[in-house]
């Protein structure tokens, strides 16, 4: 007889094949690891032990929408829910194991608008310059792991490579030595889903990155590492701990400690570069699609939403290229 563990086990079956079969990254597993199982664990009591899969409607699945919302969460949490459990049925689907997806026919919550607010270049500009005058420049603020001018070299890296090749944060730190292609002027970047890209590597990010070099390999070399100085970990931590890379957190220590203390909004985070680097170039005249190939989006819609674009900004683009604005 069928019991309520259908759910669970289904759940687990599903969840295997996105970790082994996908490629999904590690942080997409575990985020719909967290909502599958929850949702699996609601249908379990609310269906009971004679509860099917096959027997789940889209009223299930709102109800369940329902109970999130009275547990305080926000409207894109939900949305993140539905996501994880619309994923779910449709590989249920596709083995066969219900007829269709219910989830198709429960609405996403509509979301706010929100664009986060970009640097402008003169002030990025202004940060990425101060960490070239900081070199050699070493003070640990009391109890910070990492401080804000403990390794310039580095930081500065780590400043470049966010803004100047709109990488993301588990990208930058995912780097190791031979991503670095130095005779095309590009960087192997390996994107959601293991997808691998060539960004291209600029002028000043290739200058920081030959005046980091050094400073890490001396640090390698005295913690007694020196098997990583060519195969190891491109961005290392600061005291050369465990395997010397550094993580995704102390990234976002470091770049929001050094704009707040170079005068930028308190939000600025990793992503928040990623954001200047689409949004600038376009408003230079890049094409979108080959911001979208430099960011390593699928879709285009996404790599919209990642830009910014004024009203003047749009009228001039306008002006300069319609036919019938001339």
Not at 206 to 227: D, F, H, N, Q, S
Not at 246 to 263: D, E, Y
């Amino acid at each position: 007889m069928q019991g309520a563990s259908e759910f669970p086990g289904l759940a687990e079956r599903f969840l295997a094949m996105l970790a082994n079969e996908r490629g999904a990254s590690e942080h997409t597993v575990r985020a719909y690891r967290r909502e599958v199982r929850s949702f699996a664990a609601y249908l379990a009591e609310a269906m009971g032990e004679d509860g099917r899969i096959a027997a789940v409607e889209h009223l299930h699945i709102r109800a369940y929408l329902g109970v999130l919302y009275q547990r305080g969460l926000t409207k894109a949490s939900v949305a993140r829910a539905l996501a994880a459990v619309r994923s779910w049925f449709k590989w249920l689907a596709k083995e066969g194991l219900v007829e269709q997806n219910p989830a198709l026919l429960v609405s996403t919550p509509k979301l706010p608008k929100h664009l986060p607010r970009v640097p402008s270049a003169e002030e990025v500009n202004r940060v990425l310059n101060s960490l070239e005058e900081a070199k050699g420049v070493a003070k640990r603020g009391k109890g910070a792991n990492e401080n804000v001018v403990a390794w310039p070299e580095r930081d500065r890296v780590i400043f470049e490579l966010l803004y100047g090749c709109g990488i993301r944060n588990s990208e930058l730190v995912g780097l190791n030595m031979d991503s670095v292609k130095w005779g095309d002027d590009a960087i192997l970047v390996r994107g959601k889903g293991r997808k691998e890209r060539l960004v291209p590597l600029g002028d000043e990010a290739a200058i920081a990155l030959r005046a980091y070099l050094p400073a890490r390999t001396e640090r390698l070399m005295a913690a007694g590492k020196g098997a990583l100085v060519h195969e190891g970990p491109l961005v290392t931590n600061l005291r050369m701990r465990g395997d010397c890379r550094l993580t995704t957190r102390s990234v976002g220590r470091i770049v929001k400690a050094i704009a707040l203390s170079r005068g930028l909004a308190a939000d600025v985070h990793p992503h928040t570069l990623r954001h200047a680097f689409g949004t600038h170039m376009l408003e230079e005249g890049a094409d979108l699609r080959a911001i979208q190939e430099m960011l390593g989006h699928e879709r285009l819609s996404t790599t919209q939403r990642y830009t910014q674009l004024t009203v003047g900004q749009v009228e001039r683009v306008y002006d300069e290229t319609h036919p019938r604005a001339k």
